[in-house]
């Protein structure tokens, strides 16, 4: 069983910036394409960021494009978001997966999820 476990969370001001880790374990990390999910109060969760088995190559949804970065320490068996100008839209419990074949852009893509790390902005 893949073990996925989700820190960095918190409360930031609108603007502030935080950065997510999700710390892997339980198979070879570096095989599989990761991501980040978030779900929001009241919404449905939804893709947030992914990233190729080497790294380079990333992909974001439209709403935090240009805001936030994904990026991966293979060495370290750790994935990362980066969550800059953050907005109180941002407010979610954001979830690390890893995905089954390729990117895991839909639930659907993924396969393991972590237990997920609440990030809250304030306006």
């Known amino acids: 069983q893949v073990q996925l476990v989700e820190s960095g969370g918190g409360l930031v001001q609108a603007g502030g910036s935080l950065r997510l880790s999700c710390a892997t374990s339980?198979?070879?990390?570096?095989?599989?394409?990761m991501g980040w999910f978030r779900q929001a109060p009241g919404k449905e969760r939804e893709f947030v960021a992914a990233?190729?088995?080497?790294?380079?190559?990333?992909y974001f949804a439209d709403s935090v494009k240009g805001r936030f970065t994904i990026s991966r320490d293979n060495a370290n068996n750790t994935v990362y978001l980066q969550m800059n100008s953050l907005k109180p839209g941002d407010t979610a419990v954001y979830y690390c997966?890893?995905?089954?074949?390729?990117?895991?852009?839909?639930?659907?893509?993924?396969?393991?999820w972590g237990k997920g790390s609440l990030v809250t902005v304030s306006s």
């Open positions: 990233v190729t088995r080497s790294g380079s190559t990333t």
């Open positions: 997966v890893v995905g089954e074949t390729g990117l895991p852009v839909t639930a659907r893509g993924v396969d393991y």
């Open positions: 339980g198979r070879t990390f570096s095989t599989y394409p």
